[in-house]
């Protein structure tokens, strides 16, 4: 479509009335026997041409088929009908697709209303079929209300810029900047940490190949590093972002290093002389570093960092004995740097759920019980241990060890999760293989409600760690541990095969705890204006069509920032949102419902009581007209403005008062036309 001009949309209710030629299509989807298996489609088609303009009633098994979409466009072709109402699923799933038809054929697509009497009819009410006919009607009704006052609307164009910013830079975030830099667009690559790489870079192995993990993400953290179109921001975060779709404004904070990153050469002469000693996050601190460091030897930048809650500025580190390129710069300070970007993609990964409030476990008071994290990095071969995993009590070598499934996820208690978070027993199973693999003559066990191997390779992995290795798969949920006198523990808990409970005495536990939502996703969602879904991760646009978008234009989730899944996953899941973002940027356009709203000038009384209440930024005050201005590609058609303005001065296209009063008439069965 052509850019429109905003004189074309309506100004105030009065333009909403509906004209005197008015012909409503009604088409009753079957949608199989999810509809037309509960209700009764015939019934449903009579009632259809009882209600006001309604000219054409027709019922077909599948309306979203090929066959079922060229009936509707036929009608529309013939000059029968001029507005249509699809009574079918939710209007997420197809409410494109039919107007899409309306398009081809030459109709304003905003003639288009789709009454869901699936998900709220039938699917709600299967065994109570005169119900779920009642509610079809009612939602049958109001659409047709509807549709009766729409107005031809249209979509907004707005130009994209070619250039991306993505928030995190773990494995998600890394694979998208390297997928958007490949295609020659500008990607500013956006992590808080002094290093991008994320938990991966934690990791020693990787299931089910058993792959080295730093082997896999080194030469991609490189990649990215070297890519002349990605520009790396670690130590940064984002503060501010204003703008929409194809045009954000973003404030990034770039913390002070400390360490001028121009001059360091990385070689580590600081931390040498460096007199202060603290625990090292990266090794969750079960390993030491220096005030002034890198996180980890393969870190990308490789570039030092002064930690300043810790740092007593002895000034050892800054003599040119020590540093020689004279890098140390004790009167750095955080910079402001704005950016413009068209698209943004949110990779922010996750947080491992904190177990030490599950007191039956003992995590924190009984040394040797550890999460799986802490057991991953005494795995590694760059951890704590160099790979040699001991018991924390006594550094000795841990002849029995036992592994605690879902410890946080599946559990409907207060501080911890219902939902599964997919890579635990993976992990789990990972870790005793690597562990046998050591120690042939250990015993390992591990406690499980259900085995979830889900994925590519993942059940033959799970069969191998009992045959092969001889891992002792038990299954039920530990009741609690206690700590022996020799600093062993007794575990205690039920054998839900056998029905009996069951104690047992090992050297050390590992939990298995699972992931949840980063502490700060409730900051970055009202950065970005996104949703999160009542696990507290970002909310997709729509869980099967479109589970890399948000409901922000221009705004995507790549990772486990989206949900609980492994790598495999991750990447697959970061391609898919550097292939939305490119399609966009490609295009160089995109078009923009015009749900917007719009002030009445003539009304508006410039009492600003809108500006504070948007939630998008949209509103701005001019203080020429004194009136308040909405941007038509900012609004996102919430109402919010809406409802605030007490002169009733703002109309919001498509859900003007008179066409929502119009529903709210015709389930009352009133035919007053508003």
């Not at 790396?232 to 360490?259: C, L, P, T, W």
């Not at 625990?279 to 002034?292: K, P, T």
């Not at 015993?443 to 993942?458: S, T, V």
């Not at 697959?572 to 973002?581: P, V, W």
Request: aromatic share 8%; charged share 20%; proline share 5%.
């Amino acid at each position: 479509m052509s850019k429109s001009d905003l004189s074309s949309q309506p100004t105030s209710d009065s333009d909403s009335s509906p004209s005197s030629d008015i012909r409503v299509g009604v088409y009753l989807c079957h949608c199989g026997v999810n509809i037309g298996g509960v209700i009764d489609m015939t019934e449903m088609v009579e009632f259809a041409k009882t209600l006001p303009d309604v000219v054409i009633a027709r019922e077909y098994k599948f309306y979203c088929s090929d066959n079922g979409q060229a009936e509707i466009a036929k009608d529309i072709r013939n000059g029968l009908v001029n507005r249509v109402v699809v009574a079918a699923c939710s209007p997420r799933m197809h409410e494109p697709t039919f107007r899409r038809i309306l398009v081809e054929e030459g109709l304003n697509p905003f003639y288009f209303a789709q009454a869901n009497i699936r998900e709220h009819a039938t699917w709600v009410n299967m065994y109570d079929s005169a119900g779920a006919q009642r509610i079809s009607q009612d939602h049958l009704r109001m659409q047709v209300a509807k549709v009766r006052q729409l107005k031809a609307l249209e979509p907004q164009i707005v130009m994209v810029r070619p250039s991306s910013l993505i928030i995190g830079a773990g494995i998600a975030g890394i694979n998208t900047a390297l997928d958007l830099g490949n295609q020659g667009f500008k990607v500013y690559l956006v992590e808080k940490d002094a290093t991008i790489g994320g938990h991966m870079a934690q990791l020693d192995k990787t299931f089910p190949t058993m792959d080295c993990s730093s082997c896999i993400l080194t030469p991609k953290m490189v990649e990215v590093s070297r890519n002349p179109n990605i520009t790396i921001m670690a130590y940064s975060e984002v503060e501010k972002v204003d703008g929409y779709v194809g045009n954000f404004q973003v404030q990034i904070r770039r913390k002070a290093h400390y360490v001028d990153q121009s001059k360091c050469t990385g070689c580590g002469e600081c931390a040498l002389h460096c007199p202060v000693v603290v625990g090292n996050e990266f090794d969750l601190g079960m390993s030491h570093r220096s005030a002034i460091y890198i996180p980890f030897p393969q870190a990308v930048p490789g570039l030092y960092t002064i930690d300043m809650d810790h740092c007593i500025k002895c000034g050892i580190c800054a003599t040119t004995t020590v540093c020689e390129p004279q890098a140390i710069n004790f009167d750095e300070v955080d910079e402001i740097e704005t950016v413009e970007v068209g698209t943004i993609v949110v990779a922010t990964g996750y947080d491992t759920i904190d177990v030490s409030h599950l007191g039956n476990y003992g995590y924190g008071r009984f040394e040797n019980v550890v999460t799986g994290m802490e057991m991953e990095r005494n795995l590694s071969s760059t951890g704590p241990n160099l790979g040699h995993p001991v018991r924390p009590s006594d550094g000795q070598t841990p002849h029995s060890i036992a592994w605690l499934q879902c410890v946080g996820s599946r559990d409907t208690r207060e501080g911890n999760h219902p939902y599964c978070s997919r890579v635990c027993c993976m992990y789990a199973i990972k870790q005793a293989r690597q562990y046998k693999e050591k120690h042939p003559e250990a015993e390992c066990y591990i406690f499980y409600m259900d085995i979830r191997a889900f994925g590519k390779g993942y059940e033959e992995f799970y069969e191998s760690a009992s045959h092969e290795y001889g891992i002792k798969f038990m299954r039920g949920r530990l009741a609690e541990i206690q700590e022996n006198p020799d600093k062993t523990l007794l575990i205690r808990g039920e054998d839900t095969f056998l029905g009996q409970p069951l104690a047992l005495n090992v050297d050390m536990v590992v939990l298995s705890n699972g992931v949840e939502a980063r502490a700060d996703a409730g900051k970055i969602a009202s950065l970005v204006t996104i949703q999160r879904s009542t696990d507290g991760f970002f909310m997709e646009a729509h869980p099967k069509l479109r589970p890399v978008d948000s409901l922000t234009d221009g705004v995507y989730i790549a990772g486990v920032a989206q949900g609980p899944k492994d790598i495999p996953d991750v990447v697959s899941q970061a391609k898919g949102a550097a292939s939305g973002a490119a399609i966009l940027m490609a295009k160089g356009e995109v078009e923009v419902e015009p749900y917007f709203s719009i002030v009445q000038t003539a009304l508006c009384a410039g009492c600003r009581s809108c500006i504070g209440q948007c939630p998008f930024g949209a509103i701005t005050f001019d203080s020429v007209l004194h009136v308040a201005h909405i941007n038509p590609a900012q609004c996102k058609g919430c109402g919010t403005c809406v409802s605030t303005c007490p002169n009733n001065a703002i109309l919001q296209n498509h859900f003007t008062t008179k066409q929502l009063m119009s529903i709210i008439e015709g389930v009352l069965g009133d035919d007053r036309v508003w």
